[in-house]
């Protein structure tokens, strides 16, 4: 999170940033990152983004990673998918899905060291990252 009243606009967040997430928010004449609408929309109830809301073709899915019924889950048992930047030791929960039955695409389009995914060879990323969270960041249990 930026803090927006002392931002100087150095942009050294945004060289750092290993995911290029950050942009120049000229509203605030501040740095800032998406944050996938949590202040905006979910943390208000709504359960979409608003790329997601706004996407004429849908191709955005945003769910709980943690709830093996969800629909983001569903899809990544059915789908070969890959994450972006996982040599820098984040966890990404970020999925690039890869058309399917195509394996052309993947050996054409990502690069050569890109780990591909199926859900059962990620669930123990998933499980191990889950493991190291902080309280306040915990699943809560029904």
């Known amino acids: ?14 060289e ?10 000229d509203t605030h004449v501040a740095v800032d990152k998406c944050n996938f609408c ?11 983004t ?15 990673i943690d709830d093996e019924e969800s629909d983001l889950v569903k899809m990544l048992k059915e789908r070969k ?21 195509d394996d052309y695409f993947a050996m054409n389009s990502v690069a050569p060291d890109t780990n591909i995914y199926t859900w059962e060879t990620y669930k123990p990323i998933i499980e191990k990252a889950k493991a190291k969270r902080k309280p306040q960041w915990q699943t809560p249990r029904m």
Do not use: N, W
Request: hydrophobic share 30%; net charge negative.
């Open 50 to 64: 608003a790329c997601q809301a706004t996407c004429p073709t849908k191709v955005r899915l945003l769910g709980d």
């Open 1 to 14: 999170m930026t803090e927006k009243e002392t931002c100087i606009l150095c942009k050294a967040c945004m």
């Open 16 to 25: 750092a940033c290993p995911y290029d997430a950050r942009f120049v928010d």
């Open 38 to 48: 949590y202040e905006s929309r979910l943390s208000h109830g709504e359960t979409t």
């Open 81 to 101: 998918f890959y994450v972006l930047k996982e040599d820098e030791g984040t966890v990404p929960k970020l999925f690039y899905l890869l058309p399917e039955h």
